[in-house]
DNA sequence: CGGCCTGATCGAAGCGCTTCGACAAGTTCC
DNA sequence: GGAACTTGTCGAAGCGCTTCGATCAGGCCG
């Protein structure tokens, strides 16, 4: 491995200089810096990124906590996980790959360690252990999710409560007066996961608002536990016309239980889903739907945790409005029988 | 942050004393030990990264270079990362995130920077790139796929071949006489992504053996891409009675176009997938399929790079079994018209 | 024209850890 | 009973980099 001193050597200056030439945080006259150029050319040098991070204390890399359950949408993390890693790069930064498979004490040992400048943390719940932690550590840490208590650290997060909304808006708009909302598994809603709670508080507000009545029922997903909960729903509101789902595992199950059951989308009833645009338009049926942008909440998150190393942090939550996209699946309500 | 030489001077002993604690290289009385061991205790003692990767030239952590494209099966690619991830975690790594945007420059620079000990690619092609830099780098590797040449890699993968064998073997014994393979999108045969065209390959192979006629498509996913491969498939075989199906997006269409064109599973046709039990289980029909072993891959990955860390590498192909799970998607070829 | 400021460079100190050689104090063995 | 080990501990040297003065040569000003 080359190092500093030698490229120095070969340059015809001192370490510091090159250091300089590297870092510029010194002014350095043209000529020598080409010559330091050169040198790292031609002998490759590359930093030492153990060296780097003892000198300056700075790791350049920031942690990536992934949840380690897989009853959420995996595509959706794993886009925003990618999103992460290559704005990350664009700033200089890499990123460390955390499961939650050890939990908050990972909190711990990335921010005692210092292998890590900050934090980035997905799947956040409403009162989420790992935040105490992550205040007590003083790092740098962006939340994509949004807890019970938010004070003191950024998050970034699709408006759900508006995107719930704007869900009953659409179907409240085109006539439809009952609607049945299908949402994640149980398991996301006895975990408090802010998200999924957040979309039902907004589509309820709306429903108030414009007089439509809702029901909300948990899903695992999957062609039988679909079936099982639209004969719930129906049995239920015979006279639901209109679906809000927000749980990918559901929507070509429920496509198809319809379709069986002989109620034509969009004529007898309406599906509004809650998804990657990518899902959306790729269903038999091209869906209505309010994309979850997965990449911008990736790179929203890096931005913030460089403007927080930075010293330019806001420490506020940044909510991503929603955009509801009209396709095939959402129309008029039926006239009433 | 507390420091070595702080718990040093807490526990009466010298920083060598505790560093050999910690690592356990040298032998430490009991009582030495118990005093060192409390004293990390109390005061919230973590080794700095930087520091150790420094002094030891041993980062103690694995970089994993995930693929940046999307026309693959993400699910796959993220429970990969996962298992490789915890299982990093079992041996006392961490994990750096790569994303392919960087491509073979990322070799480079994480081989030059001594960010990472050692190497998992994914996504591994034919003639990748990659492979020139990472024989040359001299770090551990092992790659997740299989290239054409292989020669001083680590390679862990599952058999393809032995997987598309296996599936017309599984038809071929239900009587199934005229087959078609539904592969992945014409990109990933064109990049010459390893596993597609092997299974292509095993598939033939098969074929021929058991005298078995075979149909090849590529097929984009999506409703649209496959309602079109498949009537392809049919003008031109009428009397397909079996299908081979290796890509995840369609899956589902396909099954739902059978149905539409009045063709029931499996009494008129079988399908076999080849995907992620999860899918196969969960699809409208319950497919007969040969697993994609992601979390034993992701976990034979980090194994075969902590030995070859320890200096127990075997530089070797490690191709893993296919199992066919038999469902409710395959049956007796329908009686010749 | 002497003092001062600016720009470019250097030297040295250290970041926190690992590791090697040294050494004192037992143990073992013939 | 001492040579030959073994065991447990310490001190010091460095790993490769950043960064803080310090230095030195010019340019500028009154």
């Known amino acids: 491995m080359v190092t500093l ?8 200056v001192s370490a510091s200089t090159v250091s300089y030439v590297l870092s510029g945080k010194r002014s350095i006259s043209a000529s020598t ?53 290559t704005t990350a790069r664009t700033h200089g930064y890499d990123v460390l790959l955390l499961t939650g498979e050890e939990g908050p004490a990972a909190v711990r040992r990335i921010a005692g360690s210092s292998l890590a400048d900050a934090m980035i943390l997905m799947d956040v719940e409403l009162q989420d252990e790992r935040l105490p932690l992550l205040r007590e550590a003083g790092r740098a840490a962006v939340l994509i999710g949004l807890p019970a208590d938010p004070s003191g650290l950024t998050c970034v997060d699709l408006d759900f409560e508006a995107t719930g909304a704007l869900c009953v808006e659409h179907l409240a708009g085109f006539g439809h007066r009952e609607i049945a909302v299908i949402g994640e598994a149980a398991a ?11 979309t039902v508080d907004g589509v309820r507000a709306k429903a ?73 338009a790729q ?12 990449q911008e909440m990736g790179r929203r998150a890096v931005e913030q945790v460089v403007a927080e190393l930075a010293g330019r942090g806001t420490g506020e939550v940044e909510l991503l409005a929603p955009e509801l996209t009209v396709r095939a699946s959402t129309g008029p309500a039926p006239a009433r029988a």
């Open 283 to 294: 269903a038999s049926v091209r869906l209505t739907s309010v994309a979850i942008p997965a």
């Open 188 to 198: 996301v809603y006895e975990r408090h996961t802010g998200f999924a709670e957040r």
């Open 208 to 280: 108030r608002e414009t007089g439509v009545r809702v029901l909300h029922r948990p899903c695992e997903g999957g062609y039988a536990a679909t079936a099982g909960t639209l004969a719930r729903i129906f049995d239920e509101r015979p006279g639901t016309t209109g679906f809000v789902v927000q749980n990918e595992a559901a929507v070509e199950p429920l496509l198809n239980l319809l379709r069986q059951q002989g109620r034509a989308v969009p004529e007898d009833v309406s599906v509004v889903a809650i998804c990657p645009d990518q899902v959306a």
């Open 33 to 85: 810096r080409e010559r330091v150029e050169k040198s790292i050319q031609r002998l490759g040098y590359h930093p030492n990124a153990g060296a780097r991070a003892l000198a300056s204390s700075r790791s350049n890399i920031i942690a990536l906590m992934v949840p380690l359950r897989t009853d959420m949408y995996v595509p959706v993390m794993m886009e925003i996980a990618i999103a992460v890693a």
């Open 5 to 12: 001193a030698e490229v120095a050597q070969h340059a015809g």
